[in-house]
């Protein structure tokens, strides 16, 4: 597969000044989701407060008001006893904030390593939390009924990505299990009716599949990029019928090259940003000019290859005006100082046109 880099795939066009590189945050920022709020902020949630697993795990916010250029200081919407992680957030048309995670618990007493019987570990549901002020706060958590009543704490459970008001209304979330029963990682769309609110009507997306990014196209389908249980590589599937059925999955990229996250183009192209674990790491993209059919395999473009290790990537990316993206990501520079070796940087670019 040949790879270019942006300044080469887009000869045509002299974007190399608009490209601009940028901290976003230090000491966190773990598994970044990125949306951009009716009012035309950025608003961001990542993971602060402890490496990958931690008892002091929690969800912190960051916003840009200049289309990602510059980042306020982080703020905290989630910090309760347990480790609170694995964010997935969305606004509703009416303008509320829906911001989903999940609930790890049962660590030893240093709080950085989880208990080694199997049956002590709990991932206690999805919660919820609702902001109606653009996410300066937040109501108390309420675990969700629909999601925890599939599962009933057989396994690991966790919302992945972008939340997506559908045309009809309806928001889709992207939920990944792994169950003890031994049918491994499993994928599903969970609805809602309420604007966020609960959560139900679960619709399989794949099996053996965990991280999806989904998103509806202006034709009415929705397209999946699921990050596969063997491998590590992502695959596509779609729907023609509003989420009811999905196509088989069909691999995208190479193994360890995940996870993934999808937008529209105002262009009505669709672009898949995803985490490059193979060696120069980082972060790359693809563009699809027949909404996720086949993807322009030859041209690769790379976003970032600056990682020093594998502990890097899940970006999620917002398009601020035509063509222009801002992408969102994260890297470990120590993994034997991490959490202190974390951040969240950002990339704006312009996408091809061509």
Known sequence: M?????????????????????????????????????????????????????????????????GGKTWSKPWTAVDDAQDDRNPAIGQMRDGSIVLAYCVLSGFDATGLKLSPNRSERKFDGVYIVRSTDNGKTWTKPVRDAGTFDFYKLDGAISPYGKIVQLKDGSAAMAVYFEFHDGRGNESYLFRSRDNGVTWGEPVLLGRHFNETGIVQLDDGRIVAAMRSEKGGH??????????????????????????????QLSSGHLLMTYGQRNAPRGVH????????????????????ADSPNGDCGYPSSVETRKGRIVTIYYQVDDLKDAPASSKAKSVIWQAPSK
């Open 2 to 66: 040949k790879k270019i880099t942006l300044l080469a795939a887009l000869l045509a066009a002299p974007i190399c000044a608009q490209m601009q590189r940028s901290g976003v945050t230090s000491g966190l920022g773990y598994f970044p989701v990125t949306i951009k709020l009716k009012n035309g902020h950025l608003l961001t949630v990542l993971r602060g407060g402890a490496p990958h697993v931690g008892i002091k795990g929690r969800l912190d916010l960051v916003r840009s008001t200049n």
């Open 234 to 263: 992502v695959a596509i599937t779609a729907s023609n019928d509003n989420g009811k059925n999905w196509s088989e999955p069909r691999q995208i990229t190479r193994d360890n090259e995940h996870p993934a996250d999808l937008i």
């Open 285 to 304: 993209a693809k563009i699809s000019r027949d909404g996720g059919t086949s993807w322009d395999q030859e041209h690769s473009i790379v976003l970032a």
